[in-house]
């Protein structure tokens, strides 16, 4: 971050000139306001993004410039309350408004619709509260509406059907209640919809998979929306992530699933929709995602997630075999359901999953041995259900630990300590083998000895014994060597006592 000059700093000093951009995101300007920026009247572009400020937004700052279009306060300590003035008789050209990232409280004042202008809304994680005003369908221009990270309560506003050019929502992280309003089904150009971390209840609508058919992200976790899962959504044809974990759907996964064009390309399909053109190209879009056992943000990244969340629901039936023709997968969570059968041994078809959760269902059966060539599989839990047989421990199933496969009575072999039968009965059966071997070994070795020992005595005793001349003949033999042995030693002995004296 860098440092502010304190000449800027001065509130006595009035600049000479008029700016019309000011980007000093990321330098130490706060606590407060610089006064002289009241000075200016000519501003299109102010960036005080990252800035350490941390007062309340003055009054004066609202009429800073009638031709300010681009105003960014994120990233601050900025407290108090939206002003309920109307603020857009003074900024009446403004395009992009991003104030997240604070902690302003208070609500969201009803005059924020007459900023009809407006292209993108920002006000993600700060303390906001109330209800979303009604009034904010004025903005007809909106492109991104981000109240995310808030404490607003309340319906979702049916007048929010009216922003048809919306590419972006997100209302996750709030209080809000109740059922969607069929309004939304006239945002049709939206590619984003992430109500998640909400109290909305009723069941998912069908017509999210006909009239949202742009869709790529559509995000619904933690909420409490009830039914089954309408099998339109098929028809979201460029979806990249569908997150409806942690709610109270019930029935069969639709077979329909494996028509999600998107998520069946083995390669990452652009997806230039997400990253927004012209005023709004200064928004990035950001997503959570649960998957590994943890909370992962994606932002730039975003387009390289492909995903599937449907667990912690009352899903059933059968395990959806179609699901393996979705080539794209990276993420697939279906755990903490009542889903039953095998898992297909053409799960190895793909070959971008990264993480695969089918823990706390009813799956049964062996786990194919496919999946040990899933070489980018790095996180593995099929705990809690009821497989059986020997665990396929070799390639890429090697890598992953005991808590993997825990909870399956009938399943058995590394890493697991339960030994299946046939590894105990084929060790026993080594080691009677090598017990008999080994017996039989040993036998002919202090067999061979024996022979070996009575053969070098007994041959030259009956060769000798047979002839009487080739008896003495040996002996005499044997007396040379040993008299010529004995001499030798005295010649030895009788040179190294002469070299002594």
Known sequence: MGKFPNWLANSNWTPPFQLRTLSMGSCHIGPAFPAWLQSQKNFEYLDLSNASISSSIPNWFWNISSNLEYLILSHNQLEGQLPNSNIGEFLPNLLFLSLSGNQITGTIPDSIGHLSSLEVIDFSSNNLIGAIPSTINNCSSLIVLDLGNNNLFGMIPKSLGSLQLLKSLHLNYNKLSGELPSSLRNLTGLDVLDLSYNNLSGQIPAWI???????????????????????????????????????????????????????????????????????????????????????????????????????????????????????????????????????????????QLSSLDLSSNKLFGSIPS????????????????????????????????????????????????????????????????????????????????????????????????????????????????????????????????????
Not at 259 to 280: F, P, T
Not at 445 to 472: E, H, K, N, T
Request: glycine letters at 6%; proline letters at 3%.
């Open 209 to 351: 998979g006909t009239a949202l058919s742009n869709l790529v992200i559509l995000n619904l976790r933690l909420n409490m929306f009830s039914g089954r899962l309408p099998s339109l959504l098929s028809n979201l044809s460029s979806l990249h992530v569908l997150d409806l974990a942690q709610n109270n759907l019930m029935g069969e996964i639709p077979v329909s699933l494996v028509e999600l064009k998107a998520m069946a390309q083995d390669h990452n399909m652009s997806i230039s929709s997400l990253y927004h053109n012209g005023s709004s190209s200064l928004y990035e879009e950001r997503l959570i995602v649960i998957t590994k056992g943890l909370s992962l943000e994606y932002s730039r990244t975003l387009s390289l997630v492909v995903s599937i969340d449907l667990s912690d629901n009352n899903l059933s039936g059968e395990f959806p075999k179609g699901i393996t023709k979705l080539f794209g997968l990276v993420f697939l969570n279906l755990s903490m359901n009542h889903i039953i059968g095998r898992i297909p041994e053409n799960i190895s078809m793909l070959r």
């Open 370 to 501: 496919s999946m040990s060539s899933l070489s980018t599989l790095g996180y593995l839990n099929l705990s809690n259900n009821n497989f059986s047989e020997k665990i396929p421990f070799i390639g890429q199933m090697s890598t992953f630990k005991e808590s993997a496969f825990a909870g399956n009575p009938n399943l058995c072999g590394t890493p697991l300590v339960i030994k299946c039968q046939d590894e105990g009965t084929d060790k026993n059966q080594s080691d009677v083998e090598d017990k008999i071997d080994g017996g039989f070994v040993d036998q002919w070795f202090y067999l061979s000895i024996g022979l070996g020992f009575a053969m070098g005595m007994l041959v030259p005793y009956f060769v000798l014994a047979m002839r009487r001349s080739w008896c003495d003949a040996y002996f005499d033999l044997v007396d040379k060597i040993v008299k010529w042995l004995l001499f030798r030693r005295r010649v030895t002995y009788t040179r190294n006592h002469a070299q002594r004296k």
